[in-house]
């Protein structure tokens, strides 16, 4: 079993939608990422947290550490935000590195 | 803003041959990372640095050797290339933790061996 699993895999939603992406981990972290990646590859850091709530224009990330999960929201979708949302979590033994989860492929048609 | 270069966004090889990835970073970054990205697999770790010359294995070193001469230069080296070492390859580097660090990526690099 991976320590981070995403929920879903895979996402087709319609513009204007609200989005919810689910990230379960199994090990314990001193912070919690989320990261974009879109088609080309280049890959861009949203949020980095430890607890409570973030918030930055129409994505909203949660955390919750007693029960080792996150969801990244997207509120008003848009075409735009089609990519792959990353889950990553810093263990906090060897804490230089990352461990990640699958991704989450998101497509929003207008 | 943090910039991480690839020298390459795409490269096809030859089975046999001795492959050279470069990234480049221009934050003074302690920390680099090379990652390989298949598809139902995600990223994962192949090697990194916390600092000239220093580097540690991650989870799948098989095949690849990294040089770090230079703080701003890290680079992976596929020593024989096989074709299942096709794949997406990530850089990255960031700050030595000592609070939580995001990481910066570069733009990847999408290699075939042929």
């Known amino acids: 079993k991976n320590e981070v699993e995403q929920s879903p895999q895979n996402l087709t939603a319609q513009e204007g939608e609200f989005i919810t992406i689910n990230c379960s981990y199994s090990?314990?972290?001193?912070?919690l990422h989320w990261l974009q990646q879109h088609p080309g590859g280049g890959i861009v850091s949203l949020f980095m947290l430890s607890s409570g709530k973030k918030k930055h224009g129409r994505l909203i990330a949660t955390i919750n550490i007693q029960e080792k999960h996150s969801s990244l929201h997207i509120t008003a979708s848009h075409p735009r935000d089609s990519a792959v949302y990353i889950c990553?979590?810093?263990?906090?033994?060897?804490?230089?590195?990352?461990?990640f989860g699958q991704g989450t492929r998101l497509t929003i048609n207008p | 803003d943090v910039k991480v270069t690839q020298s390459s966004r795409y490269l096809v090889k030859r089975t046999g041959e001795k492959v050279f990835l470069e990234c480049v970073q221009d934050?003074?970054?302690?920390?680099m990372f090379w990652y390989r990205q298949d598809p139902g697999l995600g990223l994962r770790l192949i090697y990194f640095s916390y600092d000239v010359k220093m580097k540690e294995k991650g989870d799948i070193p098989e095949g690849y050797s990294v040089s770090r001469e230079k703080k701003e230069r890290f680079s992976l080296i596929l020593e024989s290339a096989s074709t299942n070492q096709t794949s997406m390859y990530l850089c990255?580097?960031?700050?030595?933790?000592?609070?939580?660090?995001?990481?910066?990526f570069g733009d990847g690099t999408r290699l075939s061996i042929l």
């Open positions: 934050m003074d970054h302690e920390n």
């Open positions: 990255a580097s960031s700050r030595r933790f000592r609070s939580n660090q995001p990481q910066h």
């Open positions: 090990v314990g972290i001193s912070a």
């Open positions: 990553a979590v810093r263990i906090i033994q060897g804490a230089q590195k990352l461990v």
